[in-house]
């Protein structure tokens, strides 16, 4: 084997950690322009994405590997067009996920709860967990191949992060955009913090709707009311029905009595109230939702929270205090049917809220927390949307970003967890409030030593919401932000457009004046191959760790990009990516011919070869493939721009699968037979092999590199070493094949080469159909007309693809007298008799005929209608022109269909 030979087969599993070692090594995941670095010129244009930051301890799942794909595809397209390019990596400190994660560990190895431990050591053993198990994604990340600049790894909690946060923080409250106060929000019994909206799950359950008389004070009148929370009834401030409602309309401004507890509490009518629904008559319980929150603020009513932190009742429920939620809804129900206020219970189909993290019941509590007053950062993101300067692809979601921001809440930033970015707010014993960007020494109203910081901590969402520019050094103007600054393009799935894009978008505006990307790129969800959404429940989560040991990283990488179009879900199945493997493999294959082809010709000068009009030593072989890579190169282009990176990713693969490997490569071990042939054929091998291997890079970066080093190596120590004389050492950096304009040859070249297909197609669908072995070598004759130099020059090239004798060959302008006993084919202008008599039935062969003459005449037919309508006056006349077109060759084809059948 010489040295640049390829071996036998691919191991993927050797090659996919050292190729990954060279590029880092190489320092080509580094932007070449870096404005650090002596010789940095700020006129080069940069591409930069900022990675959508993976929960610190989390591990390798699909939704990663098909970000990670994406990003490092655009990534490695924009480096091969001389882009200088940054993909900035990190990860997110991921604050409920990752305290929920330690806290189990604890209890599980340690029987010790946060609690136990108390703040201090417990923020430290995290920081001991994330130390321990943070690098682990990193490296799932880099084993798929990801070109990130390792060297500018950020954590949301570093340092520099967090100085980012403390400054965003502070400086939305000396705006006004940072309010502290008791409002209705989501709780979390088990995690015990607040959720936000976002973070709430809803899902259909069945449950129970309880119906029971609210008594009226001094009398034996009652209204009926019905619930699916009977333990809120402790928290009751009044009972609403609607003002024209005739059942009620005589109890407005009377009192009643809240079961058990015996509170009075008015009647008041409000239009919210629905007459059909229930019993037309509702309790308010502003306390515990967010409908009666409402109802409460315009009727100046009481607000009373029955739940303590756990969900217990607390001291506002009377006999029922300490008692679990759901055990109280049992002993307050058993106690109202003993004093008769029970009308019935029955079964009741609603939506129940579920934390996303814990998946216990969410409680709408009152609780003090901190808010950012979102209403003027949400009318800038709107604009920047409205006015182009952020473009969202796919554009269907730009109208579902707009209803999100139009109808969106003021935002709670608290979270009563541990770990994360501590809120920068201190208090002294008087109440007194500091907010700072640095830790105080005393307190800014009073000077008082005596100072304790907030105890919650900020939202996730919050600090990765200044992620874009926090990781390029702001609030500094560091070289990296001045240059890097606005970043390019915004990767991620549709199902994290509110929780982080609009936020990234409201703080990129806020904070730095600009938006911080300029485009918005949503992938979608991976499901099943059945559709399903996949999940631990069915059993058919795909671990693409498991995927990459089977079948390597590229053929993972190439069936999500491949598969996927922008903002819709994708259906994965293994048997995809096993295919995909193959597709890897057919790739060496056809490299270790190339390859080897190369290195047969030994070392002498070559006269260069010119790349525009094709010369006369080019075979219509070459010419139609070079044609048909120029047009691909056109198509790709298009279909980058227009993000349909799976649309151009197929149409490579058929293109290399089928044009280069099925046909050329098969003509041209013919074509290297002949002397005069054959080393124009290598060329051209290595020409196309060469640019196909640049145009899969982005999609499958192993192979391509593997293959290419040895392509480039090959050439160079052959005569032909003018061809990659401009080559870089690696494919990562080589030049992105850029389109060129149709020189006028490709059509005639194209359209003969076609003809040749058709009939090897045709001559090899009868041989299979008749089962002549493919060893048989059979003679034929051909009626070729017009066509008959171009068969006669292409007859070596039919003989040897369709399996014909080359020697039994003939070829004729027209023949006299059909040969009989013959298989009879038409193709287009070209008539081909096969004889195989004795291999065929005859009465077959008529059916056969029969079939296709009776197909000629149905197209006959409906082109001839179609043009005697008024789609000849109305329609473009080449549109006309091409159907007439049509018209004649189905009628030349019946012609001879019918002379054949004779």
């Not at 070289?479 to 990234?504: H, N, Q």
Request: hydrophobic share 40%.
């Amino acid at each position: 084997m010489t040295e640049h030979e390829l071996p036998k087969a691919y191991d993927f599993k050797s090659t996919e950690s050292r190729i990954y070692a060279m590029w880092e090594a190489g320092g080509y995941f580094k932007p070449r322009n870096d404005p650090n670095k002596p010789g940095f010129d700020s006129n080069v244009k940069p591409f930069v994405i900022s990675i959508p930051p993976p929960n610190v301890t989390g591990e390798l799942h699909l939704g990663h590997a098909m970000f990670v794909s994406v990003e490092d595809l655009m990534i490695r397209y924009h480096r091969m067009k001389g882009f200088s390019t940054l993909w900035v990596p990190g990860s997110d400190h991921a604050g409920i996920a990752t305290q929920l994660m330690v806290e189990r560990h604890l209890l599980k190895a340690e029987e010790v709860t946060r609690e136990e431990l108390g703040r201090e050591e417990f923020v430290k053993r995290t920081w001991d967990w994330k130390h321990k198990y943070g690098g682990i994604i990193t490296e799932q990340i880099r084993r798929l191949g990801a070109s990130c600049d390792w060297e500018r790894e950020r954590f949301t909690l570093d340092d520099g992060l967090s100085r980012a946060v403390r400054e965003a923080f502070v400086r939305l409250y000396e705006k006004g955009l940072i309010y502290r106060g008791p409002r209705l929000i989501n709780w979390s019994p088990g995690l015990k913090t607040a959720v936000s909206d976002l973070e709430v799950e809803y899902s259909e359950e069945e449950a129970a709707l309880y119906y029971f008389k609210y008594m009226l004070k001094d009398s034996n009148e009652y209204i009926p009311v019905a619930t699916i929370r009977p333990e809120t009834i402790l928290g009751d401030t009044a009972v609403a029905v609607h003002p024209e409602d005739d059942r009620y309309k005589k109890y407005i401004g009377k009192t009643a009595i809240v079961p058990i507890i015996g509170r009075e509490i008015p009647v008041i009518a409000d239009e919210y109230v629905s007459m059909e629904f229930g019993t037309g008559a509702l309790k308010i319980t502003p306390g515990h939702d967010p409908n009666d929150y409402a109802i409460a603020q315009r009727h100046n009513l009481p607000i009373i929270s029955v739940l303590d932190e756990a969900a217990k009742i607390n001291e506002n429920g009377g006999p029922y205090q300490g008692q679990d939620r759901f055990e109280a809804r049992k002993n307050l129900w058993a106690d109202m049917q003993a004093a008769g206020l029970v009308i019935k219970t029955q079964p009741y189909t609603t939506t129940i809220p579920r934390s996303q993290r814990g998946g216990e019941i969410v409680e709408p509590m009152i609780s003090t927390q901190w808010f950012v007053k979102i209403e003027p950062l949400a009318k800038a993101a709107l604009e920047a949307v409205k006015d182009g300067r952020i473009k969202i692809v796919p554009e269907r979601f730009e109208k579902v970003y707009y209803n999100w921001l139009e109808n969106i809440k003021d935002w709670c930033i608290s979270r009563q967890l541990w770990w994360g970015h501590r809120i920068p707010v201190w208090y002294c014993a008087d109440g007194h409030m500091t907010v700072a960007r640095a830790d105080p020494t005393e307190c800014a109203t009073c000077r008082s030593k005596d100072l304790t910081q907030d105890e919650d901590v900020l939202d996730t969402w919050f600090s990765s919401g200044l992620w874009p520019f926090s990781t390029l050094g702001w609030p500094d103007k560091t070289p990296d932000y001045k240059y890097f600054y606005p970043t390019s393009y915004m990767e991620t799935g549709y199902d994290i457009l509110f929780f982080w894009v609009a936020r990234m978008i409201m703080m990129g505006l806020e904070f730095t004046g600009e938006a911080p990307f300029h485009t918005v790129y949503l992938h979608g969800l991976i499901r099943d191959e059945h559709g399903r959404k996949m999940s631990k429940t069915y059993g058919n989560v795909i671990d693409p760790l498991i995927v990459m040991n089977d079948f390597g990283t590229d053929a993972l990488r190439f069936t999500l990009l491949v598969g996927s179009t922008p903002g819709n879900d994708m259906n994965l199945s293994v048997k995809k990516v096993e295919s995909n493997r193959n597709f890897a493999n057919k790739l060496w294959n056809a490299g270790r011919f190339v390859i080897n082809s190369i290195s047969g010709i030994r070392n002498q000068e070559l006269e260069p070869n010119p790349q525009s009009l094709i010369p006369d030593s080019y075979t219509l072989a070459d010419s139609w493939i070079w044609a048909r890579l120029q047009q691909l190169i056109r198509d790709v282009e298009r279909l980058f721009q227009n993000f349909q990176y799976g649309e151009a990713g197929r149409q490579i693969y058929e293109f290399f699968w089928s044009d280069f490997a099925d046909w050329y490569v098969e003509i041209a071990k013919e074509q290297m037979k002949n002397e005069e042939t054959r080393e124009q054929t290598i060329k051209t091998l290595a020409r196309v092999f060469d640019i196909s291997l640049r145009l899969l890079h982005p999609f499958t970066p192993f192979v391509t590199e593997e293959i290419w080093g040895h392509l480039r190596g090959s050439i160079l120590e052959s005569r032909l070493s003018n061809l990659a004389a401009d080559w870089p050492e690696a494919l990562i950096i080589a030049k992105w094949p850029e389109p060129r304009e149709v020189e006028g040859w490709e059509e005639a070249k194209t359209a003969d080469f076609m003809l040749i297909q058709e009939i090897v197609r045709a001559i090899r669908n009868l041989r299979a159909e008749k089962s002549v072995a493919p060893s048989k070598r059979i003679a034929a004759t051909f009626a070729a007309g017009d066509k008959t130099d171009l068969l006669k020059e292409q007859a070596a090239t039919i003989a040897s693809l369709a399996g014909l004798d080359h020697s039994l060959l003939s070829i004729r302008e027209s023949l006299k007298k059909k040969p009989t006993d013959s298989a009879a084919l038409v193709i287009g202008p070209v008539e081909i008799f096969l004889p195989l008599a004795g291999m065929i039935d005859l009465a077959d062969e008529k059916s056969r005929l029969e079939k296709e003459l009776a197909e000629a005449q149905s197209h006959i037919e409906r082109l001839e209608r179609l043009l005697a309508s008024d789609f000849a006056g109305k329609a473009p006349a080449p549109v006309v022109a091409k159907e007439r077109e049509k018209l004649a060759g189905y009628k030349e084809t019946a012609e001879k269909l019918r002379a054949q059948l004779k």
